[in-house]
């Protein structure tokens, strides 16, 4: 047991400590578009691999996930732009500028961020989860509109106009890519170790067969509810990075587009699939960047490509499986294979 | 003796419409009963009523000494009733041994954090898990197939397999909902002896819906035969093969 | 009293709109069990025929300069009804064809047309080309090869597909397709709001009791009532509408009964686009809002609301429906809570799923065991 903790944190240390250096060098040597793009990659790639935990996992087909997102950004924004200047005349140790202060108030920030979204998920999904499939789709949409409103009307958040000006935490001591990739890296590892165990087996058996899984003694709804909320609350760390990244967030950009485009995400990747989740966050994000010379036909050809996938391809285009060297490996035989057959 | 499941005058309506009406049933610990009728009859019903699917209206279900009428599924799969599905409800995409292992976690003790952060304690659990299932799958004549998905088993061995999953939760009762279904006469005669095998080994008491009367016969020491709702005879395959009530069930009555 | 009285009309008015979009809800999910996610965007391009009609392709004639061109423009604005209905009901009949058909009965060769069209719009668009009518001529010509180039790829894709019948795909393709005309439209229609000009002569009237209304509000309900008490005579009265109503009860069993259900299920989709697009050109032409690509989404997933809260598959369930949904938003919106006038279609649809997720007027379904 202790030589299991410290091996764990040995090697999170040295995984900080890699990234920190990483971030360091990315943030100096590349253009400052690149590294948006970079950044942007990551919230998505955030956003995919928490939904998948819901949709693709426990197959609780939600797509009101931008609800989350929101959640976290206004409530992490919230601590910082209003909620810790009332604080910090009686706990000096809250203001912001040096480096320390930065990390601190961000680490609450997203603390507090994840926390009110994973809050959010248990109230929207108790009373959900009852309903399956289509309904329940309609009924997260719904949710995920619901919220975006209430922000909307919530004057002291802004209103339409949102918060403006928000520090940018998330960029002090060029760490912006070291918490992208901290919280990606979080939410990605617990997926795969909660798949390698008996009871991620029971979620993925939540998804297959809802009834056969109760009956063989699956908590179907903890099990639903764990998914939401753990999915909700990595939404919600998304937005807080957002927030003190880009400065600026208003109920606009937590639309149900956006919604719809991380359902995308996981359904064109392969539901239940965490590095196709991975890789289609970050394709659907930089692709248009790369392809602006199309920018009014993008979100066409986007949604004439999901179309395409449901009617070719409806699991997805990995499937239920992951990607790793052995599917490069396997792919690569099968096209030499195939190479042979069509010459022979 | 206290039967190990016991119920009392159970009623369960669909609308309007009483699916089950009044039934009783009693099943001693270590018997294996049949429970026969007409299709449409209520016996998949009564399956639901029995393992927390359905609420019944009226009436109570007593498991080892205890109520659990009202109980959800999973509940009373913890206490130990096990069930097979009439249609074939396996994990599709999951492999033969993960089906089975989904079961066996019932009786996991880690925590959530546990599965997250994998200490050793996790890692050996999971390590046990995982050889009792191998070793369930080894005695139905699965282990070969372990790693197979189990959508791309064969029809008679998704049924086994729906028979090593409901083993893995450790119960003491099995229902079996028509196990024989769309089997030759031959993989019912196997399935007559696994039956009789794994009651012998698991110490199981079993109850089994089966609409085939040799399979029946053959296995079961007391039957219930059901009929609109309603047991109209209980008694040794013999007794009710000779019960004329459950003859004009089966047959209808003619009309003079 | 009064004011109370002039929401209530406000109400119906809405209601009567929301009832006739949640009326292809309805019927389309009568016979398939699918959230027509597109339908809202079909009202969409009912509006936006109805704009081109009024502002371009039809000789209407300013009121102001000519007073007597009223009736000539109350039947010319009748033709607009019936062109975007006629629009709307082809283009909820290519949806279907190239889409949902594609995912219930598997991907068919003939698709690639379909795909040959899609591509061939943006190259259309984008392409600098004079007035519409060349545009369109260029599309279908484009289109067509496109179609002819897509074939063999089409049905090699045709030939290892998997299918599926979730219905949870189906109302994804649902979205796509929703996206796919919202920014299609975008490309042709552009993102600044536009609106119909007054075509037909406006009056309003005062009613004992001083509330006000306008013949704007009169035709709207004269004209849904109409088209809903035609869609009812089809539906009782047709031997599509007794196909329909098979369909609806047990897919399979109609086909075993000779129905054609492919045919039928178009046809559904027809008069459900139908519908939209007569509700899309009432609004756009009648109370002359300002019409977006995306301004289908809202009143789009208001009436499917309203569908819901009468009971998904139910005719009579869908009017009443629509018109609770218009009065609650006609309340909400002449309330203090008027910010939350978009909102509460949501609030009730998520009461309603979570309380009675049948509708009120639906049957209750259990899953078999």
């Given amino acids: 047991m202790i030589g299991w903790a410290v091996s764990r944190l040995v090697g999170v240390t040295v995984l900080l400590t890699a990234l920190a250096f990483l971030s360091n060098a990315l943030t100096e040597s590349l253009e400052t578009y690149y590294f948006l793009i970079i950044i942007q990659c990551g919230i998505a790639a955030t ?84 309903l399956r499939g289509d309904y329940l789709a309609i009924l997260t949409l719904g949710f995920g509109e619901v919220i975006r409103v209430v922000l909307l009307n919530i004057d002291a958040v802004g209103g339409a106009r949102g918060l403006t000006g928000i520090p940018t935490l998330v960029s002090t001591g060029n760490l912006a890519f070291f918490w992208v990739a901290l919280v990606l890296i979080a939410v990605t590892v617990l997926t795969r170790n909660l798949m390698r165990t008996t009871r991620g087996l029971t979620w993925l058996a939540v998804r297959e067969d809802e009834m056969a899984a109760d009956a063989m003694g699956v908590n179907t709804t903890r099990v639903k509810v764990t998914a939401f909320v753990i999915g909700s609350g990595f939404a919600g760390a998304a937005g807080v990075l957002y927030a003190h990244f880009f400065t600026g967030i208003s109920p606009d950009i937590f639309g149900m587009d956006v919604s719809i485009m991380i359902t995308t995400m996981v359904v064109l990747a392969g539901t239940g699939s965490v590095t196709g989740a991975i890789i289609a966050g970050i394709v659907l994000t930089a692709l248009p960047e790369a392809f602006r010379f199309l920018k009014d036909y993008r979100m066409l050809i986007f949604s004439t490509t999901l179309i395409i996938i449901m009617l070719t391809r409806p699991q997805g285009i990995l499937g239920h499986s992951e990607l790793g060297f052995g599917s490069f490996f396997r792919l690569y035989r099968r096209l030499s294979g195939l190479r042979r057959t069509s010459s022979a | 003796m206290e039967p190990l499941l016991e119920v009392k005058s159970v009623t369960k309506y669909f609308g309007g419409l009483a699916a089950v009406a009044n039934i009783d049933l009693a099943i001693r610990e270590g018997e294996l009963v049949g429970l026969i009728g007409p299709n449409g009859a209520g016996k998949t019903t009564v399956f639901n009523l029995l393992t927390g699917v359905y609420v019944p209206n009226d009436g109570t279900i007593c498991f080892a000494g205890r109520v659990i009428n009202g109980a959800k599924p999973h509940r009373v799969a913890a206490l130990g009733i096990a069930r097979t599905f009439q249609n074939i409800r396996l994990f599709k995409t999951l492999s033969v041994l993960e089906n089975v292992k989904v079961a066996a976690n019932l ?8 599965s997250v952060f994998l200490p050793p304690s996790q890692q050996r659990e999971d390590a046990v898990i995982e050889r009792e299932c191998m070793d369930l799958l080894d005695r139905l004549g699965l282990k070969d197939l372990a790693d197979a998905p189990s959508v791309s088993l064969p029809y008679g061995l998704q049924r086994r397999l729906e028979i090593a999953r409901a ?10 909902d028509e196990p024989g279904a769309g089997m030759n006469p031959h993989e019912k005669t196997e399935l007559m002896d696994l039956i009789r095998q794994i009651r012998q080994d698991f110490g199981l008491t079993v109850l089994l819906i089966e609409h085939d009367m040799k399979l029946v016969m053959g296995i079961c020491e007391r039957v219930y035969v059901l009929d609109y709702g309603e047991i109209i005879a209980e008694g040794t395959p013999e007794e009710i093969s000779r019960d004329p009530k459950v003859i004009a069930a089966y047959l209808g009555v003619g009309d003079e | 009293m009064q004011a109370f009285l002039q929401q209530v009309i406000f109400g119906i008015q809405l209601g009567s709109l929301y009832a006739l979009i949640a009326l292809g809800y309805t019927l389309v999910y009568g016979v398939l069990r699918l959230i027509n996610f597109a339908h809202g965007d079909v009202f969409m391009v009912g509006a936006v025929v109805c704009y081109y009609a009024c502002t371009r392709w039809l000789p209407f004639r300013n009121l102001e300069a000519y007073p007597d061109a009223a009736l000539a423009n109350v039947g010319l604005a009748l033709g607009v009804l019936l062109l975007a209905m006629a629009v709307c009901a082809v ?15 598997g991907l068919q060769t003939v698709d690639a047309h379909f795909w040959g069209m899609v591509a061939a719009l943006p190259v259309a668009i984008g392409a600098p080309l ?112 007794k196909a329909m109503r098979a369909i609806a009860f047990d897919i399979e ?10 045919s039928v299920i178009a046809f559904t989709f027809a008069l459900g686009g139908a519908l939209a697009g007569a509700g899309g050109a009432l609004v756009a032409a009648l109370t002359h809002v300002k019409i977006t690509p995306l301004f289908g989404l809202l009143p789009g997933i208001k009436a499917f609301v309203a569908a819901v809260l009468g009971g998904p598959g139910s005719i009579p369930g ?52």
């Fill in chain 1, 47 to 130: 956003l995919a691999v928490s939904l998948n935990l819901i949709n693709g996992i426990t197959g609780q087909f939600s797509i009101g996930h931008a609800g989350f997102y929101a959640v976290g950004a206004y409530v992490g924004a919230a601590w910082t732009m209003l909620w810790r200047p009332r604080l910090e005349s009686t706990l000096p140790i809250l203001s912001i500028g040096s480096p320390t202060g930065d990390i601190l108030n961000l680490l609450i920030a997203l603390a507090l961020g994840s926390l009110a979204a994973a809050l959010t998920g248990v109230v929207v999904g108790t009373p959900s989860l009852r």
């Fill in chain 2, 107 to 114: 009786r996991a003790s880690s925590s959530f954090l546990a």
């Fill in chain 2, 167 to 176: 083993l893995a939760t450790k119960p003491r009762l099995l229902l079996l």
């Fill in chain 3, 91 to 105: 283009l909820g009949m290519a949806i279907e064809r190239f889409a949902y058909r594609p995912l219930r009965n």
């Fill in chain 3, 130 to 241: 004079p007035g519409l009518p060349v545009r369109a001529v260029v599309w279908l010509a484009l289109g067509v090869v496109f179609g002819f180039l897509l074939r063999p790829v089409v049905s090699r894709l045709a030939r290892r597909t998997v299918r599926s019948s979730s219905r949870l795909n189906a109302l994804i393709t649902a979205i796509g397709v929703s996206f796919v005309l919202e920014y299609g439209g975008l490309l042709v229609f552009g993102a600044d709001p536009n609106f119909v000009p007054t075509v037909v002569p406006e009056r309003t009237f005062e009613i004992p009791g001083g509330i006000r209304v306008g013949t704007p509000q009169m035709a709207i309900l004269c004209i849904s009532l109409l088209l809903m008490a035609m869609l009812r005579w089809i539906v009782l009265h047709t031997r599509r509408g």
């Fill in chain 3, 253 to 262: 069993a109609a086909k075993l009964m000779g129905i054609n259900t492919d």
């Fill in chain 3, 318 to 369: 869908a009017v009443l429906g629509g018109l609770l949904m218009g009065l609650a938003e006609a309340f909400v919106a002449g309330s203090q809570f008027s910010a939350y006038r978009d909102a509460i279609a949501f609030c009730i649809l998520i009461i309603l799923l979570l309380a009675r997720p049948t509708g009120l007027l639906g049957q209750p379904v259990t899953e078999k065991v």
